[in-house]
């Protein structure tokens, strides 16, 4: 059974920084990329980040980029979200997702669509 189980969210303040982890089973993991996405209140769904553990191809949205970092330990089949200068805009749910990229032609992007298993979510608030 593929399991995606997100932790590390909280209340934090302006400015602060938080690390999101999200651990993997159930399938193999350099053989799926691991992407985050966000939902804050009333809004739609939104991808912020990717990787592929297999070699480490990242991609980022643009308003996340020099304070958001994506990484992977494939020993512990987690993904890491390391968020720094937090905004209160940065506010929302977070979300892991994986999509099999084993026989894939073209890297994922950050639409939900691509995705097929999904995590629980953690909440991130940001009180100004």
């Not at 297999?54 to 330990?73: A, E, H, Q």
């Amino acid at each position: 059974e593929v399991q995606l189980v997100e932790s590390g969210g909280g209340l934090v303040q302006a400015g602060g920084s938080l690390r999101l982890s999200c651990a993997a089973s159930g399938f193999t993991f350099d053989e799926y990329a691991i992407g985050w996405f966000r939902q804050a209140p009333g809004k739609e769904r939104e991808g912020v980040s990717r990787i592929e553990s297999i070699d480490g191809n990242t991609l980022y949205v643009d308003s996340v980029k020099g304070r958001f970092t994506i990484s992977s330990d494939i020993a512990k089949n987690t993904v890491y979200l390391q968020i720094n200068t937090l905004k209160p805009e940065d506010t929302a749910v977070y979300y892991c997702a994986a999509t099999y990229i084993a026989s894939a032609t073209m890297a994922p992007g950050l639409a939900s669509y691509e995705y097929d298993f999904w995590g629980q979510g953690t909440q991130v608030t940001v009180s100004s």
